[in-house]
């Protein structure tokens, strides 16, 4: 009496009944739902056996393989539509996890959740969401795949909730300025800019500046691999993490913590008694620098505990600005290592031309104190 479907479909709903194919009607309980994968596990008791349909391998289908699709498009029961897989590991920004499966197989409203059929009756996806201006079926749509959906399915089933692994990092893409910087060699991995103060990535000994490239076995290709991958990795486990340190390849070892209870915390950190640094100034990049001061830390509301480099000004015309840099933001590190003048910010600059370096890697903070790396050449 399981019944698999998309979170949205059941939404808030104070009751909810399953339809059978035969006109059976039969109230349903919430057994638990993930919104941030779109799926809900319902339970359903009836007199009869009830027949059940089986996963199958979503990760061995390509590009090009027939699949099926059984909805209830426009309230018109249970419709069959067929097609071909247009492509794998679609990202279409409608949650962290995003892996969908696309097809040309026509999905409209009220096909979600549905499953999606191989050609051997196994079901390889939860149809989910469609790409289209009017609403209606334009051969783009997309399905949850199975090897996503059944690990979230038993967790709801087992506890009634999700329980995700957490790493406790914030991260960024790496493109190719930035690889050259951090001497990655090819743009791979995710760049850490950003440790939680009580996640598992600091006892582990991971950085700010870290990449990583393999979590638990798995490859890191990019920045939007890692939160899928850590996800899945059960909560507790001591996971090996392969990353790129200035240069050098090691691997540390991290016990992850559970991602629901990451979200719950709350980070405060203590306000920092540094006196401020001298008031020196110069430019860079096209960016006017100075040193850290009280007027400064007032008049662009900077938190009290960000060090750094304060940039007055930028110049519209520059790659700082292509790069979004704004006035009022901080440099806090150039090529991972800290600044806290600007006289610091132009020998380091000198240093990278010297050793025939193309591009520099700033880690820059807002006035909130949140970093990203902005890596900017220097030719």
Request: hydrophobic content about 40%.
């Amino acid at each position: 009496g399981i019944v698999v479907t998309n979170n949205h479909v059941i939404g808030d709903a104070n009751d909810i009944s399953v339809i059978f194919s035969d006109g059976t009607r039969l109230k349903a309980e919430i057994i638990g739902k993930d919104s941030k994968v779109d799926l809900a596990v319902l339970k359903v008791k009836s007199d009869k056996p009830l027949k059940a349909v089986k996963f199958g391998d979503a990760d061995s289908i390509r590009p090009g393989d027939w699949v099926m699709a059984i909805g209830n498009p426009f309230g018109l029961g249970g419709s069959v539509t067929a097609g071909i897989v247009s492509a794998r590991g679609r990202n279409i920004e409608s949650g962290p996890y995003d892996n969908y499966i696309q097809t040309d197989a026509s999905i409209n409203k009220g096909n979600s959740g549905g499953p999606l059929f191989n050609m051997n009756g196994e079901v390889i996806g939860i149809n989910t969401a469609i790409l289209s201006p009017t609403g209606g079926s334009v051969g783009i749509g997309f399905a949850v795949p199975a090897s996503t959906a059944v690990p979230i399915i038993d967790q709801l089933r087992q506890f009634g909730e999700t329980r995700r692994g957490w790493l406790g990092v914030r991260i960024q893409n790496v493109d190719d300025a930035t690889a050259e910087a951090l001497n990655l060699g090819s743009a791979r991995g995710a760049l850490i800019a950003g440790i939680d103060e009580k996640g598992p990535a600091k006892p582990a000994g991971l950085e700010v500046g870290d990449v990583i490239v393999r979590f638990d076995g798995k490859e890191v290709k990019d920045s939007r691999d890692l939160p899928r991958i850590v996800a899945s990795t059960p909560v507790g486990k001591a996971a090996d993490v392969t990353i790129v340190r200035k240069g050098q390849e090691m691997t540390k070892q991290v016990t992850l913590g559970r991602l629901e209870d990451g979200e719950k915390q709350a980070s405060l950190q203590p306000p920092s008694t540094d006196t401020p640094t001298a008031t020196r100034q110069a430019q860079a990049f096209g960016l006017n620098l100075s040193g850290m001061t009280d007027e400064l830390r007032r008049r662009y509301s900077l938190k009290d505990d960000l060090k750094g480099v304060v940039i007055t000004r930028v110049d519209p015309n520059s790659p700082a600005s292509d790069k979004r840099i704004q006035a009022g933001e901080v440099i806090v590190e150039v090529n991972q290592e800290p600044v806290a003048a600007p006289a610091d910010v132009t020998k380091k600059i000198q240093d990278l031309k010297g050793q025939g370096r193309k591009s520099a890697l700033l880690l820059v903070a807002n006035p909130q104190g949140e970093v990203r790396f902005v890596a900017l050449s220097i030719e």
